[in-house]
């Protein structure tokens, strides 16, 4: 079935850039996603990106996919103390009805 | 900003309860879902739902669930005799499924904890 992985933990210093990977099974994937959740708090949809896509930059943000290997990474540029969080990947495909399969998290551990 | 509210924020139940987890989606949207996350463990799906209809539910959604837009702008999931393993955060969401767009708004979830 659609399986989403990435690692479980990330540390990076403040002002450096942050790289979380991700990879994903479903080949009729359309949308990929990033969400963020800070504790205790909910799932914030950081950004997203379209399967015909190759890149999506938003400020600090920069979304790369290769749809060819079905590895999804989210760059963070000038990683903050407000920047750590549990970031989500997560995929859904129109054949599914839209249910988005998410990944287990990567829990980002800013290092002064 | 439109958000997705959820109430209450923590619910204490005893196995065998009823529980009704509530949700205001964000106003002009049309699809609805629930998710929920044991702890430690992903975000799983539970089931959607459009046009007053459940449109797909997971294996999770057996037949202790149940989930009702009783007016134009709540949405609930009830859990009818809870068991312990129902203990988790619930996450309700909604996506507006304009062109092409399909993106769900989280709301911040019910934490569930049946003893």
């Known amino acids: 079935g659609e399986d989403v992985e990435q690692s479980l933990f990330l540390s990076v210093r403040e002002g450096d850039s942050s790289v979380i990977n991700c990879t994903y099974t479903?080949?009729?994937?359309?949308?990929l996603y990033w969400y963020k959740q800070e504790p205790g708090a909910g799932l914030q949809l950081l950004t997203y990106?379209?399967?015909?896509?190759d890149m999506k930059q938003d400020q600090r943000l920069t979304v790369l996919l290769n749809k060819k290997d079905k590895h999804l990474s989210l760059r963070i540029a000038d990683t903050q103390t407000g920047d750590s969080a549990i970031y989500f990947c997560?995929?859904?495909?129109?054949?599914?009805?839209?249910?988005?399969?998410f990944g287990k998290g990567t829990r980002l551990h800013i290092l002064p | 900003e439109p958000e997705v509210t959820q109430t209450p924020s923590h619910q204490v139940t005893q196995m065998g309860q009823e529980v009704i987890l509530r949700c205001v989606p964000i106003?002009?949207?049309?699809?609805f879902y629930w998710y929920r996350q044991i702890l430690g463990q992903k975000v799983e799906f539970l089931v959607s739902?459009?046009?007053?209809?459940?449109?797909?539910k997971s294996e999770i959604f057996d037949d202790q669930f149940s989930v009702e837009r009783p007016d134009g702008s709540n949405f609930t999931l009830k859990i009818r005799s809870t068991k312990l393993e129902d203990s988790a955060m619930y996450f309700c969401?909604?996506?507006?499924?304009?062109?092409?767009?399909?993106?769900?708004?989280f709301g911040a979830g019910t934490r569930l904890s049946v003893l």
């Open positions: 969401a909604s996506s507006g499924r304009t062109v092409a767009k399909n993106i769900q708004y």
């Open positions: 479903d080949s009729s994937s359309t949308y």
């Open positions: 990106i379209f399967s015909n896509m």
């Open positions: 997560a995929e859904s495909s129109g054949n599914r009805d839209d249910k988005i399969i």
């Open positions: 106003s002009n949207h049309l699809y």
């Open positions: 739902f459009y046009n007053n209809e459940i449109s797909e």
